[in-house]
């Protein structure tokens, strides 16, 4: 069964340092997400990304974040200087169609990113 | 914005109980509600869903029904299983994202 998979699924890090967190989303969807659940705090939306665009994002996803689809497979999120408070589970999502019709959105297990 | 509310867990049950996890939301249009379960070392997968008022999404035993007039959707099972431990997130969509509750984690005892 086809899944999306995330790497690396832990991730240290010390404040400041750039991080890259990895998807490989199920390869005939289009719509791509990512999404962060902060222990014990709801899962926050951050982006959306469609058609080699971000669609939406939240105000979480400030000028430290970016994401990119550099080889039409990969779909990577980057936080450019870590903080303390961006630790936390990072969530890949993808969904063949527009989420808000289906609401089946296909998500990876996702990757802990630890600052210190 | 959006938002949605489920009760704190973690719920802890013996097999064969009745299990309810309440969840509510807020909303300004009308979304659609979703339960998404997550079990242990694998990734969010949806439940079930419903798109409008009064309807009821079901699967796997489980059953919850969109209610406008209390702004709930809570997931129910008549029996749960020790398979069924996981943990249970609430959703509405809006726009072409989803908005998800904290989670509550169920512990089935056998």
């Known amino acids: 069964e086809p899944e999306v998979t995330q790497t690396p699924s832990h991730q240290v890090t010390q404040m400041g340092q750039e991080v890259i967190l990895r998807c490989v989303p199920i390869s005939n969807h289009l719509y791509f997400y990512w999404y962060r659940q902060i222990l014990g705090q709801k899962v926050e939306f951050l982006v959306s990304f469609y058609n080699n665009e971000i669609s939406e994002k939240s105000e979480i996803f400030d000028d430290q974040f970016s994401v990119e689809r550099p080889d039409g497979s990969n779909f990577t999120l980057k936080i450019r200087s870590t903080k303390l408070e961006d630790s936390a589970m990072y969530f890949c999502?993808?969904?063949?169609?527009?989420?808000?019709?289906?609401?089946?959105?296909?998500f990876g297990e996702g990757s802990r990113l630890t600052v210190l | 914005g959006d938002s949605v509310t489920q009760m704190e867990g973690p719920v802890t049950l013996s097999e064969e109980a009745f299990l309810t996890i309440n969840c509510t939301y807020t909303a300004t249009g009308y979304p659609s509600l979703f339960w998404y379960v997550q079990y242990p070392g694998e990734g969010l997968q949806l439940l079930l869903k419903a798109t409008k008022a009064d309807d009821k999404g079901s699967n796997k035993g489980f059953e919850a029904t969109y209610r406008k007039e209390t702004t709930s959707f809570h997931l129910e099972k008549g029996s749960v299983q020790v398979s069924d431990s996981a943990v249970y997130f609430c959703a509405l969509g809006e726009d072409d994202k989803i908005i998800f509750g904290k989670g509550t984690r169920l512990h089935i005892l056998p």
């Open positions: 999502a993808s969904s063949e169609r527009d989420s808000f019709f289906t609401g089946e959105l296909f």
